[in-house]
């Protein structure tokens, strides 16, 4: 037996499971596979066979649900095996490449985050260049072909020089002479310089080229062995032969016990594809059964068969293919079974080719791949990372713009906007005192002492917001109300003005009677309850300011008679503090939060679901690396937001802060933290972008209302204000609100209780991410 130390990859009874419950598949089902050191593996099978899960599992970005792999020797994931790390190049099916950045920023972000010398990284570059027929290192990846992007892309796989490539379709959507390149350079890496390879590819007649090729089918593999003496011992003279062959026998053997035992996954499991691939395109043709019906088997080389309902079609051996290499998507794919049980498979099948030295058959992924991999955040990394997250984000004008347009937008759209006493607000004015034919009508203001048509006198103390409609009768006048044409009727008295002066001179023994007639009756609308209010309001102020004005113009004392109520100065504030004054420090936490929230959640969804982020950890990044990378970025753009609404908001619309502004720039800064880590937590949580969205918009607005941003906390029921207190933006809010409108400092409980809890809340929001990830590490 060689020693173990001699291969270059070692899988033993390898099984992998998605989901859970009803829903379980079994993507690996027992695979044993061997690749030598410094030799080419061709790993062929159909489409969703399991081939980049195996791939993942092999560079320590999944875990097995049992069985053994030892890569270069070592464990994935373990720390002496560089796995993840520099010791592997991985070039992912995706392209998994930053658009933003240009081919050599490309490579030299990699370069960093292995740690490799600028000349070594340029040298490569120059090579790989003519190599590969890239494009000027100049161009930025976004501006690439789909080719050329996926020749970049195999650029880093390799660039670095790894002991073992591990490429997934590496020469798709590449033309013949450069796919006949690539191979060559593969050759040459196995052969000069010992370099172990991986390669999964559709195209069964380019993988002859490999020294072992691994039949994949059914979460097994069905053969492993050299091109030539796959085509030897199966008397063949096509790789493809030979597969269709191996598949049909493998269909004969398997194909009840899998119906009786399990699902598909996917009803295309059932279906055959049969693809041409040509120089020039690729022309695919998908067959059903109907769409067979009408063909004979001959007709296109496909036997039907039928096996207890479960129809399969399969290619005809006999199907010659008139192209150079066939595309084998269309050979039936993984089976998925729905029990837990069946995930092993038969113990006598799947008997390893190697023993490991101190492990056994059984499952022992879990002991060992649970070892947790941590070191310390590395400078080269962390430095790699943020300025490519900063390239990245500053070439994308919509990035740009969203950043430093939308807070300083949104400060001036809610300034503009909320908090503004309403105006133009149109009030009937029912005035039964007015009879022309009696010369009883408004004349110009009088300002003297005479009981003469003072309802007249009155209205001109109503402030001019307030548009005076006059109507002919009360009933016309609430009808116009009704309609929505005015927003309240006044309505004096036919004698309004005499029973006025009765009621003066009566004072406290005025008739009930007379009271009635001396009153000014008033409806307003109360279905919009600030207009209600400030209608209210401008009536009594405007009756407060003709009342003592009229006093005064008789000789009496202003207050006597009035109300004995008295508002002095405020405690904080003005007399008329505008309610935007109320308004801003909540609009300015919930800016920046808001901004932490859509920005983090965004930027870090993208880079997870382009495959971006699994090319990094591939090479060694370590998640917690990402975050911090993400959270220093996103720091530098806070810099900017908070400095961008606090100059809209104290220069512009003249929002006084009464404290220390550094204090208030203090407190917005921990929000905004508290948003991005917030983003954090839900980029960590959810892979795509939708979902993203619903979790940082759809939590924006409840969270921004229970904090009390529009409306008093102390409006709230008793309990829902703890709830409140305890929200992320709530405190703060309050804080910063004592902050610019009492001027309180940090001593005051308010204040600090607001520092306090920010910084409460991003530990919470950080630790959770932590511990989200490590759950996520170790279910995958
Ligand atoms: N995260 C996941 N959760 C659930 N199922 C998954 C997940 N990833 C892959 N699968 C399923 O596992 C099966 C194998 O997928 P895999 O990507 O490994 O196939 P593949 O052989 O690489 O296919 P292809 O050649 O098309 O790339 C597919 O049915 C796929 O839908």
Redesign the pocket.
Known sequence: MENINMKGVIVNNATKT??AGKSK?A?LRGLDMTVKKGTIYGLL??????????LSCLVGRRRLNSGDILVLGHEPGSPESGIPGPRVGYMP?ELALFDYLSIKETLQFFGRIYNLKTDFVNSKLDFLSKLLDLPPSHRYIGTLSGGQQRRVSFAVALFHEPELLIL??PTVGVDPLLRQSIWNHLVRQSVDHGRTVIV?T?YIEEARQANTIGL?RSGRLLAEDSPENLLRDYNLTSLENVFLELCMKNDDNKLTSIVTNGTS??HADYKTEQTHQSQGGVDNMVFDESALSNVTETDIGIQLQNHNNYDVISPSPSANPTDSFVNI?QFS??I?VTTDKSDRSDGSETSSALQFTGSSNSTTSGKLQNRPFRSLPSPHRLVALIRKNYLQTFRNIGIVLFIYLLPPFLSTVFNATLGHDPTGLKLAIVNDELDPSQGRICSSNTTDCTYSMLSCRYLHYIKDKIIQVPYDNVSEALEAGRNGQVWGVIHFGHNFTEEFEIRQDAGDSATLENIIRSRISVNIDSTNKIIHSSIKKWILEGFEDFYKDFMRSCGHEPEAGFIPLEFFDPVYGQNDTPFTEFMAPGIIISIVYFMGVSLTSGVFITEKQQGLLDRNLVAGVQMTEVLMSHLVNQFTAMIGQTALVFLVMLLIFNIPCHGNLGLAVFITFLQSFVGMSFGLLIATVCDDEIGALLLSQGSFLPLAVISGFCWPIEGMSFYLRYIAYCSPMAYAIKSLRCVFTQGWGIEQTDVYAGILISIAWIISLLSLCVIVLHARKNSS
């Open positions: 998605y989901g598949c993507i099978g159909a489409s969703g066979c399991g081939k980049t899960t195996l099916q997934d379709e999964t559709h994949m996954c996917n998507s794919p993984v998925c």
